[in-house]
Antibody, heavy 117, light 112 residues
């Protein structure tokens, strides 16, 4: 069955770089896109970016200067890297499968990231 | 960016009653394909969002037929008939027409 699982550090220092991994199973990264979405505590969902099956990417313009999404298809992993973290980046980070450009049909359980010194 | 605006529910909703959640987009979500790129998700407390409805009115696999979606190009409604305890959570609409993929602020459903 389709599964996505996020992993990464729970605590990041301000101004440092966040690195998260989304490990997928039950589908191929060359056939489906994977998105990153985040949710600050008690707030709504913010789309961050996507890496498509062909390997190309699209980013939220508000984050584009700090954000990079890549993948390793042999390991079924998608990576998020975001630099210059601030306290406002404290959030739950989700990865979600993109069903051919129409909707997110499967989501990971999310990973909580706190930006604090 | 396309702005998604959601309405509030008159919480709490009595169990067994119906509930309708509204969502409005700042731009028509009608695609040249004829499909309307509006999705609905439910985020139960402590869980990740789950897909309920896509293309405005198509129920996702395994979703109860108590959920139905309707609307026009810019005004949308998610109707929940006979609300149950498992329906409690926050409902989000999302547009998939353009980047960035934007969500509404969410509508909370509480059960009486």
């Amino acid at each position: 069955q389709v599964q996505l699982r996020e992993s990464g550090p729970g605590l990041v220092q301000p101004s440092e770089t966040l690195s998260l991994t989304c490990t997928v199973s039950g589908f191929s990264l060359t056939s489906y896109g994977v998105n990153w979405v985040r949710q600050p505590p008690g707030k709504c969902l913010e789309w961050m970016g996507v890496i498509w099956g062909e390997g190309n990417t699209a980013y939220n313009s508000l984050l584009k200067s700090r954000l990079s999404i890549s993948r390793d298809t042999s390991k079924s992993q998608v990576f998020l890297k975001m630099n210059s973290l601030q306290t406002e980046d404290t959030a739950i980070y989700f990865c979600a499968r993109d069903n051919y450009g129409s909707h997110f049909d499967y989501w990971g359980q999310g990973v909580m990231v706190t930006v604090s010194s | 960016d396309i702005v998604m605006t959601q309405g509030a529910l008159p919480n709490p909703v009595p169990s067994g009653e119906s509930a309708s959640i509204t969502c409005q987009s700042s731009k028509s979500l009608l695609h040249s394909s004829g499909k309307t790129y509006l999705n609905w998700y439910l985020q139960r407390p402590g869980q990740s969002p789950q897909l309920l409805i896509y293309w405005m009115s198509t129920r996702a696999s395994g979703v109860s037929d108590r959920f139905s979606g309707s609307g026009s190009g810019t005004d949308f409604t998610l109707k929940i008939s006979s609300v149950e305890a498992e329906d409690v959570g926050v409902y989000y609409c999302q547009q998939f027409l353009e980047y960035p993929r934007t969500f509404g602020a969410g509508t909370k459903l509480e059960l009486k």
